[in-house]
């Protein structure tokens, strides 16, 4: 997949993305006035696991203008681990500061154009992207990161500045699409971009 969404686009409506406190999720459930992070993830993938603190840093220190939506998209048929019921295993031990949503029908991740685990999109309380790519240039392991990329985003979205950097490459594994023949392979050997 080539497609992802780029600054400007509106966010594409989604409805019934059950979370991991069991509730149904949508747009029109997450209206606002604060911006929104909605990023695709999974339970797996080391690029995820590596860079979920960085993630939950910046969501604590933007709580009060900012909400964050995870997304897991990927095929449990591919990566057992990545199943509803592992997500919600997964919010319960590390009781992350964002609601956590299953796109088991992948069409959410189809529309928004997501192209790894994680790729990050942020919109203004309009649902207009001011912001898609990485969190920072070292996922895997935040201790040798160069970049803030995300957190340099949030920062000049919630001041009422412009996006100075708006599209950086997301670094990750890729979506594990259903149906799509998958050669197993441990998560060290994900697909970088």
Same mark, same amino acid.
């Given at each position: ?27 029109? #459930?997450? +209206? &606002?006035?604060?911006?929104? *992070? $909605? ?6 993938? =080391?690029?995820?696991?590596?860079? !979920? ?26 990566? #057992?681990? +990545? &199943?509803?019921?592992?997500? *919600? $295993? ?6 992350? =500061?964002?609601?956590?949503?299953? !796109? ?90």
């Amino acid at each position: 997949m080539s497609y992802t969404l780029m600054p400007g686009d509106k966010a594409p409506n989604f409805e019934g993305l059950k979370g991991t406190d069991g509730k149904l999720y949508g747009l029109k #459930e997450l +209206d &606002s006035d604060l911006f929104k *992070v $909605l990023f695709f993830t999974c339970n797996h993938c =080391p690029y995820v696991t590596g860079s !979920d603190e960085l993630t939950r840093n910046i969501a604590e220190k933007f709580k009060d203008k900012v909400e964050f939506i995870a997304i897991n998209s990927n095929s449990e048929n591919t990566y #057992e681990e +990545d &199943s509803y019921e592992n997500m *919600v $295993l997964r919010m319960k031990e590390f009781n992350f =500061p964002w609601l956590y949503l299953h !796109d088991k029908i992948q069409t959410t991740a189809s529309d928004y154009g997501a192209l790894k685990t994680p790729h990050f999109f942020l919109f203004d309380n309009q649902w207009q992207l001011l912001y898609t790519g990485r969190n920072t240039d070292n996922p895997r392991d935040i201790s040798s990161r160069t970049t803030n990329d995300l957190e340099e985003a949030v920062k000049q979205a919630t001041e009422s500045r412009e996006v100075t950097i708006p599209v950086t490459n997301p670094i990750g594994c890729n979506i594990k699409w259903e149906g799509k023949p998958a050669h197993w392979m441990p998560p060290e050997a994900c697909d970088l971009i």
